[in-house]
């Protein structure tokens, strides 16, 4: 009797922890389940899919959020990227100067437009484009530079457009990883990342910081004359309907996808600081621990730090990547699975090293960051939903394995 009420009150006492994900979208969509569901029967009752009251309401919160003039919605982040080339009128042989270390749509849209792309290294600790590596690559060809904000970090924006000024080029920020970070210039001014260059792109897959639920993109400007370029080219390149003024694509975001981000907007600060507090409990486990490099917030703040100081603001942390060092990195994500912990090498492969991007013009000696950070460089999961117990869980588990 005594040891069956015993495990009755144990059976009621432990309550197990939650299965640790990569991205918890359905914790975050719990906590705004009833604004998403609403809005989403409305544009059904509606049926105002296509550039609805949902798209235009957002796309006008989002400027002001962003403190830009203009917005412009499209169906993913790799079109906004494209459609922002498209929109300055870059030729065929135009050289584009990118990061070898990002995902392939940043430069794959530079290919398919039959520009031509111009990869270059990273900083070791930012994991941006390097500024130096900038200036050595531009010859009379260049015509852009487009910085990646990556893993939620702003890049060196202040040297970038020093650099693009000084050499008459445009500046197209990818910051589909970054929505929401604030980048601090020189003179102490802070501006959102997106809001720096000539134009930008952003992504509103899922995954992303402010993400929809399917895909979803947008273009930011400030510039009037590129803004309505844009318009058109994302819908066929109509400002009149049957009207084909330029050539253009068929690239909107639709109406559900808006109400979605409508909800998660006024929240997104908030999403971004639960990012930062993560980020801070993973730095303070790993302190001390010589083979692993925690991130550095080293671009878009007045100092560089390594302890995510409580009024940082230029990282949102859309990933957290760690650097392994003397150790075996491919073996930790074993290691990780098997404890049903996930994770994820971004990136695995330099894209100079891609067979759709090889050239005789790279040097690997051009590459020597890139080249390491492939060797050492681990995602862990990071999301707004993330607790005290499973952070606890993950950083042991990465500990013990590290000091075998």
Do not use: W
């Amino acid at each position: 009797m005594l040891v069956s009420l015993f495990c009755t009150f144990v059976k009621f006492q432990y309550t197990p922890m939650k299965k640790i994900q990569m991205v918890d979208l359905k914790g975050q969509y719990a906590g705004i389940k009833e604004q998403v569901d609403s809005s989403i029967l409305e544009v059904i009752n509606t049926t105002t899919f296509i550039n609805g009251p949902e798209v235009h309401s957002f796309q006008k919160e989002l400027e002001d959020y962003l403190g830009i003039k203009h917005v412009i919605p499209c169906a993913n982040g790799t079109d906004a990227l494209q459609i922002a080339m498209m929109g300055l009128g870059l030729q065929p042989g135009d050289e584009v100067i990118t990061a070898d270390f990002t995902f392939a749509a940043t430069v794959e849209v530079i290919a398919l437009l039959q520009l031509t792309p111009v990869l270059v290294d990273v900083e070791i600790d930012s994991f941006n484009i390097d500024p130096e590596a900038i200036r050595k690559a531009i010859t009379p060809k260049t015509k852009a530079i487009v910085p990646v904000h990556l893993f939620g970090q702003a890049a060196n924006m202040d040297e970038i457009m020093a650099i693009a000024k000084e050499h008459d080029l445009y500046v197209i920020e990818d910051n589909a990883q970054g929505i929401g970070a604030n980048y601090t210039d020189k003179n102490g001014r802070k501006e959102k990342t997106g809001t720096i260059g000539h134009v930008a792109s952003t992504s509103f897959f899922p995954s992303k910081n402010l993400g929809c639920y399917g895909d979803g993109g947008a273009i930011f400007t400030n510039d009037d004359a590129l803004a309505h370029t844009i318009r058109g080219i994302v819908n066929h390149g109509m400002y009149e309907r049957y009207h084909h003024d330029v050539v253009g694509v068929n690239s909107r975001l639709d109406s559900i996808q808006a109400a979605v981000l409508r909800a998660k907007l006024p929240n997104l600060d908030a999403y971004n600081n639960a990012r930062r507090n993560a980020a801070r409990k993973y730095n303070k486990a790993f302190k001390g621990i010589d083979n692993i490099i925690t991130p550095k917030v080293s671009s878009g703040c007045q100092t560089s730090c390594d302890v995510i100081c409580d009024t940082c603001d230029c990282h949102v942390f859309h990933q957290y990547t760690l650097r392994i060092l003397n150790a075996d990195r491919d073996a930790l994500v074993k290691h990780l699975n098997a404890n049903n912990i996930p994770c994820g090498v971004y990136y695995p492969i330099p894209l100079h090293s891609q067979k759709a991007y090889t050239s005789d013009r790279y040097k690997e000696a051009d590459f020597t960051v890139t080249n390491q950070l492939i060797k050492e460089v681990i995602s862990l999961p990071m999301h707004t939903e993330l607790d005290d117990e499973q952070i606890d869980f993950i950083t042991q588990h990465i500990i013990d394995f590290i000091s075998k």
